[in-house]
């Protein structure tokens, strides 16, 4: 089973009411459990802060908002590179050598532009867009989410 399929089977899983999934072939053998979260939800919700308090937090919750609308108009134009995975980032193929690519350098659809090591395995991402490295949006040797940006691409 390759990276993707599993990748899709746990979006389909994510999807579904299911909460917990064990799936054994000759060739592999995946066990998936769903963290509900219930009990933090709970907690949220008793640790409410009190009527007085919504008045002031409303005008900070405001503020992040109308900073967050420029750098929206920033990234106007520019394609976000996603993980196709979850794992660990890195910029090269391993310590010492060269990143992939750069900011500014251009890349084509097909170049590898990182890898994302998942369980042991070392997968290299390729780019599904033609285009300049405009930001590197994840530190080296971190761990990134599925769907997670990694990098902004001007297309032009």
Sequence with gaps: METKEIQKLIDYISKSDLDE???ETSELKL????NTGATVQTTQL????APAALPAAAPAAAAPEAAAAPAVDANAGLI???SPMIGTFYRSAGPGKPNFKEIGDNMAEGDVICIVEAMKLFNEIEAEV????????VDDA????FDQPLFLVDPS
């Design 21 to 23: 999934v064990n799936i």
């Design 31 to 34: 066990h998936i459990k769903r």
């Design 46 to 49: 008793v640790a409410a802060p």
């Design 80 to 82: 976000e590179v996603k």
């Design 130 to 137: 033609t285009g300049k490295i405009v930001k590197v949006l």
């Design 142 to 145: 971190t761990p990134v989410e």
